[in-house]
């Protein structure tokens, strides 16, 4: 197991007034370019919490940043965008402090199962209530077990992240090199405080089986294992938006590119989640009303350096609208292009097929691989 990234130490400066973020630590943490598989769009949820008295474990996966508002407190105290949990006590007083054991946790579902490739647990806002360590485990369980399920002794976990000494108002990134597939975690703070955001970088590893039962289904979509490989622009909003779950619900929900000024066209390369054969094809350009692209053009090719065929040609696009296409005759692939001329946006892609037999046997083996 590998784990290393830029993580804090030691409390933050007390609030001042002004941009709260102005004092906030960071650093650059290349995988956070991959898919949150915690990401409640998803389907991630925190499912339990020995202790949330100041504030709510599932704030930890609000998408948005975490947020200040200095003058709000509430009955039990100051209510903080995080999951807080009260002040640990020894047990007399002679004895006041809590043991090195004593912590708090928190079981997290991942909105998809992956292989976890970073994990970031930002203390934004929280300068002298945060945990003075942090550690994240992992397991893999089948279906919807409750939190008594993963609870039991039975259970496995995996370490991602030994206990490891955090600071304040900060993003503090691991990352893991834990090459399995995992669907729950398990986060502690040593031995309390509190956790604005939980972010899960990674892979998604989705079910042979389920996909199999379904048959024909997106082969693009993020919660079955696509991917975006590389866009051209992301000025705006990350190209990977256009594979999430359901339908645009703001023009920020999708993937919008600077306005261009030369000749040029902007463009999003997608890999599936296996070999597919393609049937039909949908380009949404939901809430992109006087900036959606003013058309576009899908492409193929089957293996990560063949050649790409045009599978629609260059099609004029209307804005807020979604646009289907049934393909006339199926097609097979690995990877997508999609072109949109000049510039501007689309929403959503979904690409409707099914796994060759080639691409359902590669799947079959990698999800053994990692011990599903």
């Known amino acids: 197991m590998t784990v290393t990234a830029q993580h804090f130490t030691g409390d933050a400066s007390p609030f001042g007034g002004g941009d709260?973020?102005?004092?906030?630590?960071?650093?650059?943490l290349p995988f956070t370019a991959l898919v949150d598989l915690a990401d409640r769009r998803l389907g991630a949820g925190v499912i339990a919490a020995n202790d949330e008295f100041f504030a709510e474990r599932e704030n930890m996966l609000i998408p948005e940043p975490a947020h200040f508002d200095p003058e709000r407190f509430g009955h039990k105290g100051k209510i903080m965008d995080g999951w807080e949990t009260r002040r640990r006590r020894g047990?007399?007083?002679?004895?006041?402090?809590?043991?090195?054991?004593?912590?708090?946790?928190?079981?997290?579902?991942?909105?998809?199962?992956?292989?976890?490739?970073?994990?970031?647990?930002?203390t934004a806002h929280f300068r002298g209530n945060y945990p003075q360590a942090v550690s994240v485990e992992a397991t893999s369980v089948a279906g919807s077990p409750s939190p008594d399920d993963l609870l039991s002794a039975d259970v496995k976990w995996t370490t991602l992240v030994p206990r490891t000494a955090v600071g304040g108002h900060a993003a503090n990134g691991f990352e893991v090199g834990v090459e399995q597939r995992f669907t729950h975690l398990r986060v502690n703070q040593h031995p309390d405080g509190g956790?604005?955001?939980?972010?899960?970088?990674g892979e998604v590893a989705p079910d042979p089986a389920w996909l199999a039962a379904l048959g024909t289904f997106d082969v693009a979509a993020l919660e079955n294992g696509g991917q975006v490989e590389d866009a051209s622009d992301r000025f705006y909003s990350p190209a990977t938006n256009t594979i999430q779950p359901g339908r645009s619900r703001k023009m920020d929900d999708g993937w919008e590119t600077r306005r261009r000024r030369d000749k040029g066209n902007d463009w999003i390369r997608y890999r599936l989640v296996a070999q597919a054969e393609i049937r039909a094809v949908e380009i949404d350009t939901a809430y992109l009303k006087g900036n959606s692209a003013g058309w576009a053009a899908l492409s193929l090719r089957d293996g990560g350096t063949g050649e790409w065929t045009e599978v629609i040609a260059r099609t004029r696009l209307q804005p807020d609208t979604n646009h289907r296409f049934v393909l006339p005759v199926p097609v097979v692939g690995t990877d997508?292009?999609?072109?949109i001329y000049p510039d501007g946006g689309i929403s959503r892609l979904r690409l409707?097929?099914?796994?060759?037999?080639?691409?359902?046997?590669?799947?079959?083996?990698?999800?053994?691989?990692l011990g599903g």
């Open 336 to 339: 997508v292009r999609v072109d």
């Open 195 to 201: 956790i604005a955001r939980l972010r899960v970088y």
């Open 91 to 122: 047990v007399s007083a002679g004895q006041p402090h809590p043991t090195e054991d004593d912590h708090d946790w928190a079981l997290v579902r991942l909105g998809a199962p992956g292989v976890i490739r970073g994990i970031v647990v930002d």
């Open 352 to 369: 409707f097929g099914a796994l060759t037999e080639s691409g359902a046997a590669g799947l079959a083996a990698r999800h053994r691989e």
């Open 20 to 28: 709260p973020y102005a004092d906030y630590r960071t650093g650059d």
